[in-house]
């Protein structure tokens, strides 16, 4: 077993039954009483964020996960068809590990999955991914100064607010965390 020493950031550990990433840690020696460290952890399951104070010295469960890259594949019902790059090797995952972000997702990306054994506990999508318009209206030369926003269907299927310069068959960078335009990317 570990201790509240060997914490640090993006370390996975089994608390309150579930598994937790440790996003943020602070060791605290107040002046009166004992040491402790301060921590934020979010669930891995329900993505629920938490603040938690460890004792100093307290045991900490670390879990082991194996980090690998499939390839997304296709959609079917509700799941997501995703292929092993090193076996070939197809496997359905369920869409709500993905998060918001797969509808920013399109064929043939790279994800990330996270195993506890056989068990997938999580999916890292890229966070910025290039995608091309397929539908909004016309742009206008010049018509920046209000940094107005229209609509914009991408090929994912998905619709974002963008510029009014930006065109159809543009391809823009997007933030598959928050949906949002980033930029317009040259092809």
């Known amino acids: 077993m570990a201790d509240t020493s060997d914490l640090r950031n993006g370390l996975i550990i089994k608390f309150k039954n579930d598994l937790y990433t440790v996003i943020e840690f602070q060791h605290v020696k107040p002046g009166k009483g004992g040491a402790f460290v301060r921590t934020m952890v979010k669930n891995l399951r329900t993505g629920k964020v938490l603040d938690n104070t460890f004792r100093s010295g307290e045991t900490i469960e670390i879990v082991r996960v194996e980090r690998r890259k499939y390839q997304y594949l296709y959609r079917e019902g509700e799941f997501l068809v995703c292929m092993d ?3 070939y090797e197809q496997i359905n995952i369920p869409a709500e590990l993905f ?3 797969v509808a920013y997702l399109k064929e043939a990306e790279e994800v990330e999955l996270l195993f506890n054994g056989t068990e997938i506990i999580n999916v890292d999508i890229p966070i910025f991914v290039n995608l091309k318009v397929v539908e909004t ?3 206008f030369r010049g018509d920046t100064a209000t940094g107005a926003v ?7 299927g998905a619709t974002i607010n963008v510029p009014l310069f930006i065109n159809v068959n543009d391809v823009l960078r997007v933030d598959t965390r928050t949906g949002g335009y980033m930029e317009r990317v040259k092809v």
């Open 150 to 156: 229209k609509p914009a269907k991408l090929e994912t």
């Open 99 to 101: 998060g918001d972000g």
């Open 85 to 87: 790059n090193d076996t």
């Open 137 to 139: 209206e016309p742009g």
